[in-house]
């Protein structure tokens, strides 16, 4: 099955800074990768698609990149709002596997 | 608005049968994809499987295989996950989500939280 590694597993940032997420896939998925935000006790919510499509409605300061086994997810400017947990997944084949997920927190 | 609805929270004892639901509001159930989820408390998001509604063609994640059964009812626009004797470690919040080759789980449910304690 291919493995999805998200890293860091955790960051603390200063609002206001740019924070990056990374997520490798093994084997290459080309560029069928999600990337979701968890809030405490919400739903995850879609932020991109197709490595680096941003979902309706979602801010600009997401964006996505990467292809094959290489992906980021970067947050330009950390607003309070922004606290959530983020997971990786692939979904070319099932499984439709995710990754473990990266917490983000305020400093 | 496409909404999915999802049946309320669940409290059995282990060996129990169980039966949760998803309804679609609002678009073309048997044009997509239904996905399972689950997420045990504290941890990650988990993918146990999909199905279209269409022609119940249903796809297991290795993990999920044997453990639980995905199954569709077209004409009423719901889904289903199902378990037939239920264990402490099913304990979780299970979504359902549509899928699409194009946007991944696009759209979720609220979640139905089952707790399986003697």
């Known amino acids: 099955d291919i493995q999805m590694t998200q890293s860091p597993s955790s960051l603390s940032a200063s609002v206001g800074d740019r924070v990056t997420i990374t997520c490798r896939a093994s084997?290459?998925?080309?560029?069928?990768l999600a990337w979701y935000q968890q809030k405490p006790g919400k739903v995850p919510k879609l932020l991109i698609y197709?490595?680096?499509s941003l979902q309706s409605g979602v801010p600009p300061r997401f964006s996505g990149s990467g292809s094959g086994t290489d992906f980021t997810l970067t947050i330009s400017s950390l607003q309070p709002e922004d606290v959530a947990t983020y997971y990786c997944?692939?979904?070319?084949?099932?499984?439709?596997?995710f990754g473990g997920g990266t917490k983000v927190e305020i400093k | 608005e496409v909404q999915l609805v999802q049946s309320g929270a669940e409290v059995k004892k282990p060996g129990e049968s169980l039966k949760i639901s998803c309804k679609d509001s609002?678009?073309?159930?048997?044009?997509?994809?239904i996905g399972w989820v689950r997420q045990m408390p504290g941890k990650g998001l988990e993918s146990m499987g999909i199905?279209?509604?269409?022609?119940?063609?249903?796809r297991y994640s290795p993990s999920f295989q044997g453990q639980v059964t995905i199954s569709a009812d077209k004409s009423i626009s719901t889904a289903y996950l199902q378990w037939s004797s239920l264990k402490a470690s099913d304990t979780a919040m299970y979504y359902c989500?549509?899928?699409?080759?194009?946007?991944?789980?696009?759209?979720w449910g609220q979640g139905t939280m089952v707790t399986v304690s003697s």
């Open positions: 989500a549509r899928f699409t080759s194009e946007g991944a789980f696009d759209i």
């Open positions: 609002g678009y073309s159930f048997t044009s997509y994809w």
């Open positions: 199905i279209y509604p269409g022609d119940s063609d249903t």
């Open positions: 084997p290459d998925i080309s560029n069928y």
């Open positions: 197709a490595a680096s």
């Open positions: 997944q692939k979904y070319n084949s099932v499984p439709l596997t």
